[in-house]
């Protein structure tokens, strides 16, 4: 029994062809959509949690360097400095301490929301077999 698609006109073979290009790009649109959209809600997730662990810890972290300040001082007064000096030197210290933390911090924070880790593989790796089918009825 032969194949009707060889008894088709070749025009009817490449209508048929473009309707499923179009077909298919659509669907490709469709899952770049979904995809992006994913992407966006897990960048924003990360965002969200990051602004409340941030505005949570601020509070605890302000009480504790007050106190690491106030030991540092003490500390620096037992050693026979004076308490204006003592204090002054300690709040320095811990500032640039916490100030190089807080770098390292953001520069890892920055680097998670970076592009290469928002990439649609999903449908790059689709579109790529896609052309390669499309290659192949060609």
Known sequence: MSDTRENRPLADLLG?????????FRKEVQLA???????????????ASIAI???LALGALGVFLTAVVALLAAFLVSQGMGPTLANALSAIVVTVVVGLAGWVSISKGVSALKANNLNMNRTAASLGRDADVVKERL
């Open 16 to 24: 048929g062809l473009a309707t499923d290009i179009s077909m298919l």
């Open 53 to 55: 662990g941030g505005v």
């Open 33 to 47: 959509k979904v995809e992006a959209s994913e992407k966006v809600s897990q960048a924003l997730a990360g965002v």
